[in-house]
């Protein structure tokens, strides 16, 4: 049966970017190169530098989930520089390939066990990261939908009529509001353990969850904000609605278990960018993939053969320093030395 499990999702992200790509297909037709290579030649440079600048954000915000696991676990022997390579190939890779084909798992599980963590450790670590994230997303969902419940229309043919009504949408962000609340103060009181099924939830320290509550959420707004400037800027799209459907966007990708979201986020952008013209959207959209995505992925392949080079060259200088069959001998203590 968990062989079977194990099949389905890649089967299921498979069919997400077949179906989102027929979809997206649809609604691009008409549409020339030309009209988005002009796309991408009007955005001016400056707004090129924001978008850079917004995906270095969002890549140290990503490196923070990682430190704040470790200060979860009790963790303080390991270096910034190591941790943030570490989360930069982790989440560079896991968003290009899949968390269903390449978990992240492995990538931090390769790193840690280097530094003396245990795989418990780092159980509790990927965990945790991923529980961040998902705090971020509820948090500014629920702002979002509080501030301005009408931005739920965008997605009127993709939702039920009853989600996008102002009034429900309203309640949705009231309950989204209401959760991070209560993780608050489960935080803040020291609350037994949450259990849901097999998985235990336990509250952090409430240093580390107000750390949590500053750290997912700047990471959404660095990613989104590569979007952001480079759109159109004279059309004056507002970074809310922007930040909006960035979020309905990217969940909708990472539920389709589709490689990379490929066709699933682009479709949902699309459709509920209605009010700027379909090459600007692309391109923009584009330009995250290049910045958020494809450059990060070219860089993280570098790194993780740099990693597994130094640890075979050092595996290999152990094997030739000891004799087959043979126990090296025990470090000198500093009274033989």
């Known amino acids: 049966m968990k062989n079977v499990r194990e099949f389905i999702w890649p089967v299921i992200g498979l069919l997400a970017v077949v179906v989102s790509g027929w979809l997206l297909y649809r609604e691009l037709r008409g549409m020339s190169l030309d009209d988005v290579w002009d796309s991408l030649t009007a955005v001016p440079s400056h707004r090129y530098a924001l978008a850079a600048l917004s995906t270095l954000v969002a890549y140290a915000a990503l490196a923070w989930y990682d430190r704040i696991a470790l200060l979860h676990l009790g963790v303080r022997h390991i270096s910034w520089l190591f941790v943030s390579v570490t989360s930069f190939t982790t989440y560079a890779l896991s968003h290009n390939i899949g968390a269903s084909v390449f978990s992240g798992a ?3 599980y390769r790193a840690y066990t280097s530094k003396g963590l245990s795989a418990p450790q780092i159980a509790v670590l990927v965990a945790l990261c991923s529980f961040t994230f998902g705090l971020g997303t509820i948090l500014l969902g629920g702002i979002v939908l509080v501030s301005d419940p009408t931005l739920l229309h965008r997605l009127e043919d993709l939702l039920p009529p009853m989600l996008t009504n ?7 962000g009231f309950l989204l509001l209401g959760f991070v609340a209560l993780y608050v103060v489960g ?7 949450l259990v849901i099924r097999k998985a235990k939830l336990e509250y952090p320290r409430p240093a580390v969850m107000t ?3 500053i750290a997912a959420p700047l990471e959404l707004l660095g990613a989104a904000g590569i979007i952001y400037f480079v759109l159109p800027a004279h059309l004056e799209p507002s970074f809310i609605i922007v930040l909006a459907v960035f979020l309905a966007s990217f969940s909708a990708a990472l539920v389709s278990h589709a ?11 699309l459709t509920a960018m209605p009010d700027i013209p379909k090459a600007d959207v692309l391109a923009a959209l584009i330009i995250f993939r290049l910045f ?4 990060p992925f070219a860089l993280s392949l570098v790194v993780v053969l740099m990693f597994e080079r130094a640890r075979l060259a050092q595996a290999w200088r152990g094997r030739a ?3 087959d069959g043979a126990v090296p ?9």
Do not use: D, M, N
């Open 106 to 108: 492995v990538v931090r």
């Open 166 to 172: 102002p009034a429900t949408a309203r309640v949705v």
């Open 187 to 193: 935080s803040i009181l020291h609350l037994p353990p």
């Open 211 to 213: 750390r949590q509550l």
């Open 259 to 269: 490689p990379g979201g490929l066709g699933v986020f682009e479709l949902v952008f």
């Open 292 to 295: 958020y995505l494809l450059i």
């Open 321 to 323: 320093g000891t004799p």
């Open 329 to 337: 001998p025990p470090p000198l203590s500093s009274s033989e030395k």
